[in-house]
């Protein structure tokens, strides 16, 4: 399965953003999915999750309340809506598509991944 993340750019603080994910070569409608971020100089770190059927969803606290995420009507896409941006969440976004079914925190839990798509709040 190829991942393809999209929806990136530059927009002011306060401001938002919605970031696609779709799956070509294969359906991940039975697997997990979920959103990492890695900013300069720092480690990949876990966004948001959501479950096979989008019906159990795992944010980390940094964005809980402002990023939404979500399965496509396909299942094969997923979003990330990300309302209230803050300098901070600039970073590159990666989707990925997890080994099992449910809610995923951890990379390890992942096995595909998408190329990644920057997004860069200014202040």
């Known amino acids: 399965v190829q991942l393809q993340a999209s929806g990136g750019g530059l927009v002011q603080a306060g401001g938002s953003l919605r970031l696609s994910c779709a799956a070509s070569?294969?359906?991940?409608?039975?697997?997990?999915m979920g959103w990492f971020r890695q900013a300069p100089g720092k480690e990949r770190e876990f966004v948001a999750s959501?479950?096979?059927?989008?019906?159990?969803?795992r944010y980390a606290e940094s964005v809980e309340g402002r990023f939404t995420i979500s399965r496509g009507y396909a299942a094969n896409t997923m979003y990330l809506q990300m309302n209230t941006l803050k300098p901070e969440d600039t970073a590159v976004y990666y989707c990925?598509?997890?080994?099992?079914?449910?809610?995923?925190?951890?990379?390890?839990?992942?096995?595909?991944w998408g190329q990644g798509t920057l997004v860069t709040v200014s202040s």
């Open positions: 990925a598509a997890a080994r099992g079914a449910s809610v995923a925190t951890t990379a390890t839990s992942y096995n595909k």
């Open positions: 070569g294969r359906t991940v409608t039975n697997n997990g």
């Open positions: 959501v479950s096979w059927n989008g019906g159990a969803t």
